[in-house]
């Protein structure tokens, strides 16, 4: 009984026991969670066992905030390159620097415009376009600011950056091609950006030239060499087949042949004839309005447009270019406004148009013969001037044949009519400008 005793004592005590040694072991585990995890965050001690995880560094850093004076510089030069270093897209680098070019030669330009003197010659008479415009000295200062701002663009991008920033937007490609209605699908898009700054270029220095007064025989020759000069940039830009397929779109000498020839309504293969020998003496003998040249080179530039003629009538033949000449001729546009006002039809305006010709053949036959007397010559020339001037009254009326006499046009090639040495007269074209400017190619 005694040994029953004991041994339910013994059994009890080592219940107690065990469940004291859980209690402690729990309440340790549950202290040492925490402590490892610190432990795992911690750098590892040198003495680290083989296999034990590699602890987590958390590093905090403080950063500066950007702003826009780390940028910016004294000099384009180092304002593109810091753009370059936090590495801002080409394209909107050159969007910021031509933003600000704009916005500083254009303030330029608008004290150049407040330094002019206001105009108080309000009696001076003239087409209003060309009253309103600044003096000649003014916009040849305001062409060299283009220049130079074209200039120090190309330094900062080269000739790529530069056709890059004059490249049409999208919508200046659609407007473009709605208003002149000439496809450029055979000229790749970067090509044509690098066009459209050739030809600013080439206006702005053609602006600049014509804004310096009337154009003299030293400043219609630098004109002549300045379109040398641009077809040649075109040709090294263009093969020989685009360069034409441009030019029959886009040159001077095609521009002034759509606005001579309404009326005439040539067919594609009939322009493209007129216009390569046309081409060819625009490049050779082409004037500048406001320009005067001698009787000399009047002489000579009319020798080459009687041999330019020729050339169309060849590829015309005789019917087509006897339209041709009619509807192209300054002379006839003026005689066939006079019989329009009269009531009278085409065929009158034909009839007066062959006089003249037929009038102004003899009278150089008469001046080339050597074997009259200047009397005679003088003598003669005066009776076909008045048989013309008859022939015309028959035809026209008196007041049709005075208001022919009495404009520019017509005045001119009659009074000539009895001039042994006849004046030299340079029919007004149409001479436009490539500029670039609008949608450019």
């Known amino acids: 009984m005694k040994l029953q005793r004991l041994l339910l004592i013994s059994i009890v005590a080592n219940l ?7 209690w402690v072991l729990s309440d340790r585990k549950e202290a ?13 001690a040198s003495g680290q066992a083989l296999g034990q995880a590699a602890p987590v560094e958390r590093v905090v850093r403080e950063v500066e905030p950007f702003h826009w004076s780390q940028i910016e510089a004294a000099d384009y030069q180092t304002y593109v390159e810091n753009l370059r270093r936090i590495g801002c897209p080409e394209e909107t680098i050159r969007d910021l620097v031509k933003q600000d070019l704009d916005k500083a030669y254009d303030q330029r330009k608008a004290d150049i415009l407040n330094k002019a003197p206001a105009r108080n010659d309000f009696w001076k008479t003239g087409h209003p376009n060309k009253l309103s ?30 056709a890059a920033i004059n490249r049409p937007t999208p919508l200046a490609r659609a407007r473009s091609q709605a208003k002149s209605g000439y496809a450029m699908d055979f000229i790749p898009e970067e090509t044509k950006a690098e066009l459209n700054n050739l030809e600013q270029e080439f206006g702005s220095e053609l602006l600049r030239k014509m804004a310096q007064g009337a154009s003299d025989a030293q400043d219609m020759a ?10 040649q940039s075109i040709a090294t830009i263009l093969t020989p087949e685009q360069k034409m397929e441009y030019d029959l779109r886009k040159s001077p000498t095609a521009a002034n042949m759509r606005l001579q020839m309404e009326g005439f309504d040539p067919s594609e293969s009939e322009f493209r004839d007129i216009f390569s020998s046309r081409k060819a003496f625009d490049d050779e003998y082409g004037t500048v309005p406001g320009s005067t040249i001698s009787q000399a ?21 005789d019917d087509r270019y006897q339209d041709y000449m009619r509807q192209t001729d300054y002379d006839y546009k003026s005689i066939h406004k006079i019989t329009e006002r009269q009531g009278l039809g085409e065929n009158i305006s034909a009839q007066v148009y062959e006089m003249k010709g037929s009038a102004e053949e003899l009278a150089r036959e008469i001046r080339m013969n050597n074997g009259l007397s200047i009397e005679e010559r003088q003598m003669q020339l005066g009776q076909i001037q008045n048989a013309t001037a ?34 030299p007269i340079v029919k007004p074209t149409f001479q436009v400008i490539t500029s670039g400017g609008g949608g450019g190619p």
């Open 390 to 423: 008859r022939g015309i009254e028959s035809m026209l009326g008196g007041q049709g044949a005075a208001s022919l006499q009495n404009q520019a046009g017509g005045r001119n090639w009659f009074n000539n009519l009895g001039r042994v040495n006849p004046l």
């Open 32 to 44: 040492a969670g925490p402590s490892q995890a610190t432990q795992t965050n911690a750098p590892a």
């Open 16 to 22: 107690v026991c065990l469940a004291g040694l859980y």
């Open 297 to 317: 080179d009047a002489e000579v530039r009319q020798l080459a447009e009687r041999e330019m003629n020729e050339q169309i009538r060849s590829s015309l033949g």
């Open 133 to 162: 415009q600044p003096s000649g000295t003014t916009r040849s200062q305001m062409a060299q600011l283009d220049q130079e701002k074209n200039q120090v663009l190309g330094d900062l991008f080269g000739r790529d950056g530069v």
């Open 222 to 231: 630098e004109i002549r060499q300045l379109r040398q000069d641009r077809d």
